[in-house]
Every structure is written in C-alpha cells, then in structure tokens.
Nanobody
Framework: QVQLVESGGGLVQPGGSLRLSCAAS????????MSWYRQAPGKERELVAL???????NYADSVKGRFTISRDNAKNTVYLQMNSLKPEDTAVYYC?????????WGQGTQVTVSS
C-alpha cells in the first residue's frame, strides 16, 4: 500500500521558516522523482520543487533562493525547507512521487504565512 504522509505545516509570520517532511512507503523510494506542489485557494496546483531520482533539483522561479528540496533515501523521506516565507506562499502543500506511469500524492499540509 502506497502512502505519502506530509507533516510540518502550520502558521508562520512573514520572513519565517518552516520545514515540510514527506514520509513515503509502499514503493521503491530511491527510484522515484519526488516533488512538492502547492495549491492556493482559487488557484491551480503548481510545482514548487523537484528532486529527481538522481538527486537533481529544480525550482519554481517564485521560490528560487528561498526553498530547498532534499531527500533521504535511507529514510524514504523528502523535505522542503522554506525560508523567508511570504504571504503569497500560503497554500496547501502536497508531496508527489512519480516514475513513468506511476504517480502518487499525499493528503497535503496547510502552510499559512500571516502576521
């Protein structure tokens, strides 16, 4: 049974930091491309950051220099370190695993940036 369980979301003031975690099980984690997406109210889901199976990374322009994606294949976990948070980063953040035709999603974790 495939599971992606996100944690680490919450309420933070502008300029603050949060670290999201996504614990994976039920598939060979190291072979999968792992990504973080987000969806703000009234907006489409968008890609935030990607960590390929070969550990290459890619970021949305809006988060470059502020967010860092990393993965620990020994722990089957992917992380998203978010610094210098802005109100426009407020969204539900989703973990995604993809390999060819297989794709899995987590349930999402809310991140709210507000003073």
């Amino acid at each position: 049974q495939v599971q992606l369980v996100e944690s680490g979301g919450g309420l933070v003031q502008p300029g603050g930091s949060l670290r999201l975690s996504c614990a994976a099980s039920g598939f060979t984690f190291s072979r999968y491309h792992m990504s973080w997406y987000r969806q703000a109210p009234g907006k489409e889901r968008e890609l935030v950051a990607l960590s390929s199976a070969g550990s290459r990374t890619n970021y949305a322009d809006s988060v470059k220099g502020r967010f860092t994606i990393s993965r620990d294949n020994a722990k089957n976990t992917v992380y998203l370190q978010m610094n210098s948070l802005k109100p426009e980063d407020t969204a539900v953040y989703y973990c995604n695993a993809r390999l060819f035709g297989n794709e899995y999603w987590g349930q999402g974790t809310q991140v709210t940036v507000s003073s």
